[in-house]
């Protein structure tokens, strides 16, 4: 079975501070895409970014670094200098690319507050 | 318009109404979901269509019933609902059945009375 586990249900930061969000994925696929999405107040999902299984070099876009972990199935998100726009629910993702019917799995999401 | 739009973006109605939401893309895109999002919960799939054919039911009570007419819109027909499928319903959309890029709209809240 797959599943996504996000431990973390809120977190609340002050501006300008470092804050990274937890997801652990399991699977028994060897080929896979994990996700990160943001849902601001406004509603919609807005994804930042897709990771293949077999590229587990970090990645870094402005304030935002991923570390994908295979040997501990871990996927995590780090936001550097928080700032109030930031303040969202964050969600990882998890998709299965082969057999069977593809489902985007997600995780319960974290809630992330940054307060100025 | 651009993106994925949904109508309504708020909606109240009683177990015995009958109610649509309403998607609509404008990314040219041939893909189209619905999505369940409960408080604590994860989102749940609830179908796709891929260019208007029902790839997937994923196991959703007949009281929600979907219809694509074509591949810019999707529907979502209410009837008979129970409280318990309060929720925020998300709508997305993709190039083909490719998960891995979908765009969301901004979703409907739709409370059970």
């Known amino acids: 079975a797959q599943k996504v586990t996000q431990a973390q249900t809120e977190i609340s930061v002050v501006e300008k501070e470092d804050v990274t969000l937890d997801c652990v994925y399991e699977t028994r696929d060897t080929t896979y895409y994990l996700f990160w999405y943001k849902q601001p107040p406004s509603g919609e999902l807005v994804f930042l970014i897709r990771?293949?299984?077999?590229?587990?070099q970090n990645e870094i876009s402005g304030r935002y670094s991923w570390n994908f972990q295979k040997s501990t199935s871990s996927f995590n998100f780090t936001i550097t200098a928080s700032q109030v726009v930031d303040s969202a629910v964050y969600f990882c993702a998890l998709i299965r690319t082969q057999g069977g019917s593809e489902k985007l799995v997600f995780g319960k999401g974290t809630k992330l507050t940054v307060n100025p | 318009e651009t993106g994925v739009t949904q109508t309504p973006r708020h909606l109240v109605m009683g177990m015995t109404n009958k109610k649509s939401l309403k998607c609509e893309q404008h990314?040219?895109?041939?893909?189209m979901y619905w999505y369940k999002q409960s408080a604590k919960k994860p989102l749940e799939l609830m179908f796709v269509?891929?260019?208007?054919?029902?790839?997937e039911n994923n196991s959703v009570p007949s009281r929600f019933s979907p219809e694509c007419p074509n591949s810019s819109h999707l529907f979502l027909h209410l009837h008979t609902l129970q409280p318990e499928d309060s929720a925020l319903y998300l709508c997305a959309s993709s190039q083909g059945e490719r998960f891995y890029e979908q765009y969301f709209g901004p979703g409907t809240r739709l409370t059970v009375t």
């Open positions: 990314l040219g895109h041939n893909a």
């Open positions: 269509y891929n260019f208007k054919e029902q790839t």
């Open positions: 990771r293949n299984s077999f590229d587990e």
